[in-house]
């Protein structure tokens, strides 16, 4: 049974930083490319960035570029998003996802994705 637990999510002022972190479990790590994903309420899911499995490549959301940091660790089975210089429109459920091979798609969303966490909560104020 595959597990991907969120862990870290909080309430942070603006300009500050959080560091998520996703536990995974029943599931050859190494052979998943790994996302972030977040909610806000009343709006759709949407990407923030992945992670190849090597963990050399990453892509971002052009709302995130240059703020938030994804990477992994193969040995602990653990993806992580650092988040920097956060912002109240950043505030959402905060949600990783895992899917099936090396490399990074051209687009990676969410219909790519074969496993996801029951999700954090991340608020920002202002």
């Known amino acids: 049974q595959v597990q991907l637990v969120e862990s870290g999510g909080g309430l942070v002022q603006a300009g500050g930083s959080l560091r998520l972190s996703c536990a995974a479990s029943g599931l050859t790590f190494v052979n998943y490319v790994m996302g972030w994903f977040r909610q806000a309420p009343g709006k759709e899911r949407e990407f923030v960035g992945a992670?190849?499995?090597?963990?050399?490549?990453?892509v971002y959301s052009d709302s995130v570029q240059g703020r938030f940091t994804i990477s992994r660790v193969n040995t602990k089975n653990t993806l992580y998003l650092q988040m920097n210089s956060l912002k109240p429109e950043d505030t959402a459920v905060y949600y990783c996802?895992?899917?099936?091979?090396?490399?990074?798609?051209?687009?990676?969303?969410?219909?790519?994705?074969?496993?996801w966490g029951q999700g954090t909560q991340v608020t920002v104020s202002s």
């Open positions: 996802a895992a899917r099936s091979g090396t490399y990074l798609a051209s687009r990676e969303g969410p219909d790519l994705y074969n496993y």
């Open positions: 992670i190849s499995v090597s963990g050399y490549n990453t």
